[in-house]
């Protein structure tokens, strides 16, 4: 008897301290693998406790062609950016977050540069890199499309320096070539072909 009491009080101690880290994480995700499309599927519930209000991007093309949208969410693992993408050039393109948050066509140079507050340089491959807004390349597939999920630390949907709020807002921004993932400043990835502002 002793020792169900033991066995029942661990049991209580231990959903108690899991509610708790629940209830101070700023969101909670259910992860599902589905193979069948070789991607994550993420499941936001919205019943626990205080977060950070997501974000939208809708991307054109340089002729204003809607082109897909990304959604960005924020929990304890970082930003996840989910990226669903169509009528794009099949192939490798880099892609990544601008320091502005504006897309005029068709040359989309109003995004600025990458988003970076720490002076580094670009590239993951980069010694002094990277910058926060570096992602890896995205595949588009024959048929126009991409479908993926990028998280990343290195920004923050709150408040802060690495804030994708910061004063003048951010984009992201598709190249026509893929990143070599070291090329100061952009990864030679040449003309920028989409973007999208960060927006609520
Ligand atoms: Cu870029």
């Not at 670009?122 to 807004?133: D, M, Q, S, T």
């Not at 995205?138 to 998280?151: E, M």
């Not at 893929?178 to 072909?193: F, L, V, W």
Request: hydrophobic share 35%.
């Amino acid at each position: 008897m002793q020792r169900r009491h033991g066995v029942f009080l661990v049991t209580l101690v231990s959903c108690v301290a899991l509610g708790a880290s629940n209830a101070s994480a700023r969101a909670h995700w259910r992860h599902a693998a589905n193979p069948a499309v070789g991607v994550h599927t993420i499941t936001y519930d919205q019943t626990f406790g205080p977060r950070v209000k997501p974000a939208l991007v809708k991307f054109q093309d340089s002729n204003g062609v809607k082109v897909g949208t990304a959604r960005l969410i924020e929990d304890t693992d970082g930003v996840t950016i989910r990226l669903l993408l169509h009528h794009l050039p099949p192939g490798t393109h880099g892609i990544h977050l601008h320091a502005v948050g504006s897309c005029v066509r068709p040359d989309f140079a109003s995004a600025g540069a990458h988003f970076e507050m720490l002076h580094r340089q670009h590239g993951r491959l980069n010694n002094h890199g990277p910058h926060a807004g570096d992602l890896p390349n995205l595949q588009v597939n024959a048929h126009g499309r991409a479908r993926k999920i990028f998280v990343t630390k290195q920004v923050t949907l709150s408040s802060g320096d690495h804030s994708l709020f910061h004063p003048g807002g951010t984009s992201i921004v598709i190249h026509a070539g893929p990143d070599d993932e070291h090329t100061d400043p952009s990864g030679n990835s040449g003309a920028r072909i989409a973007c999208g502002v960060v927006e609520r």
